[in-house]
């Protein structure tokens, strides 16, 4: 699971009532409808059903895969509602640890997140938002927003937070300061004994990069928030779930559509690119005084700029002599949330998720090849795993002959392309997934499965392993058998530096590789944040968009790094460069390598490349890697990977050569999926990132 459920679960909501005494209370962390986790909410201090100097104490855990927060947050809130107080302390997602604390006093605003500090001069109210907080966090802020002017609140460190206007209703007879809030959506919900609860929908905007769908209760603790794949809720709203998903996705799809609409051009007749730089990833060609027309989906013509007619009532653009090539391939990603409107942004139009819901995100691929929600192509990979405590957030749980065989065959009954084979698999049952699957025609990879080796893997019938991390477990499997918890990180980051490709055992195992024709999904970007990346500080490659992106975005784009022990420090300083030069003596063995991100959606992505190069890889071959390679490996070659007449029109320009410079690719001017028109800046304002300085 892509670590955006932590993110998601630190926003979720619980109600305050009307209560003079203290109150405790308990919600559930549900991850893939299992129950993972616990927030213990002790409340004090609240009145008139909002929150007037209250104070709170709040223990929050949940586990996903051996990964998971476990922190205790206390704070005080003044009477307008907004925090005069916080701390937290404890473990992040990674286990690094959390010591954080704000305080405002006489106008003055001052917080500390580990060694970090910063200050702020307030005038008037302001909310703190905290780089770890718990659920019941956001239940302060969506209440001092519906008591705020205008429903509107400065948020600390920087932006603002809004009720958005589909919530909001005036009474224009009133002053309007007693603005009248209205639901998008209630029901009623709850078990026996709290029959007739009401439960009302309301959107935060200028949180995230969509509004933040609160479910807020008429009394305490009858409130949830929901993602694509996580809830926290408390056990009696669970009733109200089914309910609450249906009425929560209406709106969220109904602000997608606005968005798609707003963001994208159909021109009506011929679309001609005249004068570009053309690269071909067939033969790693740079051809000027290119021009390319466009009919519908589909490309008509390409051919030097005096060989190509352009009818009368034909769309022109003139690159004037930018770079034009096929769209970008992310081959690891895993969507929910504003991802594919990201992807679009940073010239991502073919994508491949490696793990997701099977109710409904086969809706939202179906959506993104509408184009009612923004959205690259879309090649689903299944994920199997096997029952136990540090299993996949997925139903899709395997532990005989039969559940595994039951699982690829309802892939591949939905549309599903391949199988992701996942860490607790029992070895024995891959060769029997790995043979149903290729009988289906699916394509079999995954993390290598604990007590196997990655050759054993491979001879079990995989035909690509996902991470860099899992060829130099391989050498380790004697001593870290057990590969579903972190130590399959903090063991490579041990040892990567010995298990160089000098060593004969490592040569032998990378030529194993090449000869059997295994592809590679290295996601290295990852390794740079866990090993090389600084707690609280963006993660590498994302320090220039991280400070345009909406608060919890840019709480996402921070990097994951793991503690340091101190007998392993030097060890940890030398573990990434180890992973660079591995993947260079993979490639230059003729391994295929396709690109992927695991990682934070579209910007990523141009930083994964740039890793490439920095290990020594030809960037003219990276961009084939981006392009042609990925689309051949899935079977798509026939329809895209390059910009030929017959393929479908998916196409970036660029202000700048990544045939010389990977990161040229931060310059995408125009992005083109199936014919229709994206300009970046548009995307991005309409997600309420701040444009570029």
Known sequence: MHTRTLSALVFAVMSLGSRAAAVRQEQAVYLAGASAGTEIIELEGTAAGRLEGARARVDFTFSDRGRGPHFTAAWT???????????????????????ESFTLSHGMARW???????????????FYLPRHAPPEMTAALARALIAAPGHRLRLLPDGEASLSSETLSTNASADPAAASLHAAASLHAGASEQAGATLALYRIAGLDLEPVSVWLGDRPGLDALLSDDSATLPAASIPALDRMRAAQADADRAWEARVARATTDTPVGDLVIRDARLFDPRDLSLRPHTSVRIRADRVLQVAPNDQVRIPADARVIDAHGRV??????????????????????????????????????????ARFDAGTELGPRVFKAGIIDGHGPLAAPTRMLADTPAEAIADVLWYADHGYGQIKIYSSVKPELVPLIADEAHARGLRVSGHVPAFMSARQFIDAGADEIQHLNFIVLNFLSASVPDTRGMARFTAVAEHAQELGPDRPEVRDFIETLSRRHIVLDPTVNVFESLFDGRSGAPAPGLEAIAPRLPPLARQRAMADALPVPPEHAAAYAAAFPALLRL??????????????????????????????????IDPRRVLAMATLTSARVIGAGRDRGCIAAGKLADMIVVDGDPTEDIGALRRIDLVIKGGRLHVPSHIERSLGIRARP
């Open 324 to 365: 034009l090539l096929p769209g970008l391939w992310d081959d690891h990603q895993h969507f929910s949330g504003a991802d594919g409107a990201l992807d679009l942004a940073n010239g991502v139009t073919s994508a491949r998720d490696m793990a997701n819901d099977t109710d409904e995100f086969p809706r939202r691929v």
């Open 112 to 126: 500390r997140i580990g060694a970090s500090r910063g200050s702020a001069r307030v005038g008037g109210a302001a």
């Open 583 to 616: 993947l260079k003596a993979i490639d230059a063995a003729g391994v295929t390598i396709i690109p992927g991100t695991d990682s934070f959606a579209g910007y990523s992505l141009v930083h994964e490349l740039e890793l490439y190069q920095r290990a020594g």
């Open 77 to 99: 809130l003044d009477r307008s509602g907004v925090p005069v107080r916080y701390e937290a302390h404890g473990s992040d997602y990674f286990h690094s640890p959390i010591d």
